[in-house]
């Protein structure tokens, strides 16, 4: 997937890490947050976490929240992010999904490896999803791990796997593909990935937390072929630019400031 097309006068990002976007399948890192701001992150989603935690609800299940915490909705509308991603997928930019991976210290779930598009009901694959530490990363920590190159190879055969998982979906032939490259993320940068890019992250071995927000990201173009058509979109929000299709919902921004059980379903 070639995303050049749009990136003739880029506004972020250089023409050197666009190539590589195209070449590699990912850039990484980039700078999003200053040291205050990503402490405020950091207080943010552990308010969130307590009240998951009151309710007996894991922190993977703070997923698709960025439409009702207004939190997560300035990250995901932050204008430097979309600057970034508008480099890669145009002016146009539709938010339809959010999900904290949060590996608490000695979580021994891993993330196989996998390519996101075949969980999704996108064509063309055209998704980018920014993946912002809120944590900083270390080898120890289960870093998401990026296979260089591997989203040329197209769609790719996978297994399900079902023991000490997050997510089920495996790629079946990962001896062919390059190597691993681990992101070791300061909190506040980002990498930018491909739908087709195969990446997954080890347990966390080591005693402090490793959290991630991915945010997906779409042109409002592409087409959503699934009978649950609602299912896909209800959580979008139009980020920048316009909706030709008028077939993306625009989600309002929160009105609440604060989050409670009950503004988060979880009471
Ligand atoms: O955070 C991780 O370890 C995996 C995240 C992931 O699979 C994704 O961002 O698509």
């Known amino acids: 997937m070639q995303f050049t097309e749009v990136a003739t006068s880029p506004k972020k ?13 990912y850039i990484e890192p980039l700078p999003l947050f200053d040291a205050a701001e990503a402490q405020q992150h950091r207080a943010y989603l552990d308010g969130l976490l307590l ?3 009151r309710a007996g609800r894991d922190a993977y299940e703070i997923n698709e929240y960025h439409h009702v915490c207004q939190g997560i909705f300035e990250i995901v509308t932050n204008p430097t992010l979309l600057d970034y991603v508008e480099d890669l997928i145009g002016p146009d930019i539709v938010c339809w999904g959010s999900h904290y991976f949060c590996k608490m210290p000695h979580d021994e779930r891993e993330v196989p490896f996998h390519q996101d598009a075949p969980y999704w009901p996108f064509r063309p694959t055209k998704a980018v999803t920014a993946w912002i530490a809120i944590d900083d990363v270390d080898a120890e920590a289960g870093p998401m791990c990026f296979l260089p190159g591997s ?3 197209g769609r790719l055969e996978w297994q399900r796997r079902t023991e000490n998982v997050v997510l089920e979906l495996e790629v079946t032939d990962r001896d062919r593909l390059n190597a691993p490259h681990p992101l070791m993320l300061k909190a506040g940068e980002l990498s930018l990935h491909t739908d087709l890019l195969v990446h997954g992250s080890a347990a966390n071995t080591s005693d402090h937390r490793r959290c991630g927000l991915t945010i997906r990201y779409v ?4 087409w959503v072929k699934s009978d649950d058509h ?3 979109t209800r959580s979008a929000i139009l980020c920048r630019g316009h909706d030709p299709t008028g077939r993306w919902p625009n989600n309002p921004a929160p009105l609440r400031s604060e989050f409670g059980p009950k503004s988060l379903g979880v009471g």
Do not use: A, C, M, Y
Request: without cysteine.
């Open 151 to 153: 989203h040329r190879q």
């Open 230 to 232: 609602l299912g896909w």
């Open 13 to 25: 990002l250089t023409v050197g890490q666009i190539d590589t976007f195209n070449r590699d399948g």
């Open 51 to 53: 009240q998951f935690d």
């Open 219 to 222: 042109p409002p173009t592409i």
